[in-house]
């Protein structure tokens, strides 16, 4: 009898057949290294915490004031959802790769070109993405919010609420980064196809609306900030949907017509 060839973390080609067990197998695996990236960011991020904190606080505007902490523990437990999160934009990369090697080749070969092009754009979008909105939307956000009502309020900013604000919009703007990459896929997997996108343009522009109304933030400015971009990175994706993309899978069970 011959052996049945283990997967591990290479990627399965979509002609073998493998069992339920050898695919659970396969996903436990890339969960194992999924946390184990996640654990060796958050090593490296705890060992700079405090340089960290201090890269965090940069957006603030100056006369802001030394963040406040409201009772003994709130330091410490903040430290660590700063050091956290961080790691999962530093690890965030490897998880979508991951998910992505996992689902891909049940529907599409890949040659390691493409993937490691993938990998490529994955980890650089969503850099790019990260830092767009640190360097750009995050101090406009503040300026605006903190300066909003300045006669009327005395406003405090206390730690634990200014760093998960401050990581979720990163974190956000870093995804929002992503959707040329997620559309290529889709396109990939014959879900979508680029004349879809081409044609319900509206549609995803409404969406893109959406979606930066309700980040973090939510002042008119900050909005925009996070929509100009999307819209050239929609275009992005309509272009690598038409290089990249399979035919999809409503065309593919048509019978052709006959000669």
């Known amino acids: ?3 049945t060839p283990r997967v591990g973390t290479r990627r399965a080609r979509p002609d073998e057949q493998l069992s339920v067990v050898e695919h659970l197998d396969e996903l436990r695996r890339r969960l194992i290294v999924s946390a184990l990236a996640l654990v060796v960011a958050f090593a490296g991020m705890y060992a700079v915490h405090d340089a960290l904190i201090d890269v965090l606080t940069w957006p603030l505007p100056d006369d802001t004031g030394r963040l406040i902490t409201l009772s003994p523990t709130e330091p410490f437990f903040t430290t660590l959802k700063v050091t956290f999160w961080a790691s999962v934009l530093i690890a965030l990369p490897i998880w979508l790769y991951q998910a992505y090697a996992f ?3 049940a529907v599409a070969d890949q040659p390691r070109r493409v993937v490691l092009a993938i990998v490529a754009a994955l980890s650089g979008l969503f850099a790019a993405g990260v830092a767009f909105g640190y360097l750009v939307v995050l101090p406009v956000a503040l300026e605006f919010l903190t300066g909003f009502g300045g006669e009327t309020f005395n406003t405090q900013l206390r730690a634990g609420e200014y760093f998960g604000f401050a990581t979720t919009m990163l974190l956000a703007s870093g995804l929002l980064f992503e959707v040329p990459v997620a559309m290529t896929a889709l396109s990939r997997m014959g879900v979508t196809s680029a004349q879809m996108y081409r044609t319900h ?3 995803a522009l409404v969406g893109i609306a959406a979606i930066a109304a ?3 933030g939510g002042d008119p400015i900050s909005m925009i900030l996070l929509m100009l971009p999307q819209f050239a990175l929609y275009g ?7 290089r990249f993309g399979q035919e999809p899978l409503w065309r593919r069970d048509e019978e052709p017509d006959p000669v």
């Open 1 to 3: 009898m011959p052996r």
């Open 103 to 105: 689902v891909i080749p």
């Open 201 to 203: 343009w509206r549609v």
């Open 214 to 216: 309700i980040l973090p």
């Open 236 to 242: 992005v994706g309509i272009a690598l949907s038409a």
